[in-house]
């Protein structure tokens, strides 16, 4: 296999779960997971991105978390509330939850040990850092690296998300695939918090290809839950010892900058790297310097394990 090699998706069961996974790369290469964030199926993972890293000398794995795309659905949970959250932010009440962020990550430590994968260079984004700390966390020798991308620590001292990227955790389900497609155009908008007219352009592609894939409203809620009730992982990162790098965008309107500043102020010896411009998304613009920047990393890790 050279590089370029892509193969297609396929399911595995891991954790008592279908996982679908979808794979980038030789299989000599340096195994690399990417973990997406919440609502977000594995394809947010742009072919394109996947297939630079699989040029910089990766593996790379991309997959749909549980309850979203082609993995298993769950059941269970009522819609979120905002009554919830205000007892969550002001009451410290908790929210009720099926399940939460480390069955997530048994998940895709699942995944790796279905694959034969021992350990593996760990890419997250959003909820999906989120994922990738609580695997750092709980199984530390699964893991060669970090990189948290528009993540936080959970620490509820931070700013909350804006109005407008509330409103778009918040929004009903779409009634319709016409409406689907309105709305992902729209807040991806809100989500980039800048003038991206070049990914504009493919938005509505890229709600078809989610929208045939499957949606799954009642799981988005399921994740959702699965975020606020697993607390803050702020005074357990400083406990980690795998080389981390955080990425965070300086205009994030949903995972404010301070989320990714606490993340690497929270780990010993992490790196921080804010992109100026760059919102709650990851254009095609700002791919050079993301992923420069894990490839020097988590190559760079290995080099000082070796």
């Known amino acids: 296999m050279n590089a370029s090699t892509h193969l297609p998706p396929q399911t595995i069961r891991a954790n008592g779960i ?10 000599n290469a340096e195994p690399l997971l990417l973990i997406m964030g919440l609502a977000a199926q594995m394809i947010h993972w742009d072919d394109e991105f996947c297939e630079q890293l699989a040029a910089r000398g990766f593996r790379v794995i ?11 659905h769950l059941t269970g949970g009522a819609r979120l509330t905002p009554l919830e959250l205000l007892k969550l932010r002001f009451l410290k009440i908790p929210v009720a939850a099926t399940y939460k962020l480390i ?21 997250g984004a959003s909820m999906g850092g989120m994922i990738a700390q609580e695997v750092t966390l709980s ?14 620590t959970g620490n509820p001292r931070l700013p909350p998300p804006s ?14 695939k016409e409406e689907y497609i309105a709305r992902f155009c729209r807040n991806w908008i809100v989500l980039r918090a800048g003038s991206f007219p070049e990914e504009e352009a493919l938005d509505p592609g890229r709600a078809e290809r989610t ?10 809620g399921r994740q959702l839950r699965a975020v606020l009730a697993s607390g803050s992982r702020k005074e357990r990162l400083h406990a ?8 965070h965008g300086t205009v994030d309107p949903l995972v404010r900058p301070e989320g990714g500043k606490d993340t690497a102020a929270s780990i010993p010896g992490a790196k921080l790297l804010m992109i100026d411009g760059m919102g709650h998304a990851l254009p ?17 890790a290995v080099a000082r394990a070796a």
């Open 163 to 176: 109005r407008d990227a509330t409103a778009v955790l918040m929004a009903p389900p779409p009634r319709s």
């Open 240 to 247: 980690v010892k795998t080389p981390s790098l955080v990425i």
């Open 284 to 300: 095609a613009r700002f791919w050079p310097e993301i992923i420069d920047a894990i490839d020097k990393h988590a190559h760079g």
């Open 18 to 27: 279908d996982i679908c996974y979808e794979i980038f790369g030789n299989d």
């Open 62 to 72: 991309r997959f749909d978390n549980r309850d979203i795309g082609k993995s298993s």
């Open 139 to 152: 199984f530390p020798q699964r893991v060669r690296s970090l990189t948290s991308i528009m993540s936080t």
């Open 211 to 220: 929208f045939a894939r499957g949606l799954n409203p009642a799981g988005v």
């Open 103 to 123: 069955d997530m990550a048994k998940d895709t430590v699942g995944l790796m040990d279905a694959l034969g994968i021992k350990s593996a260079h760990l890419v």
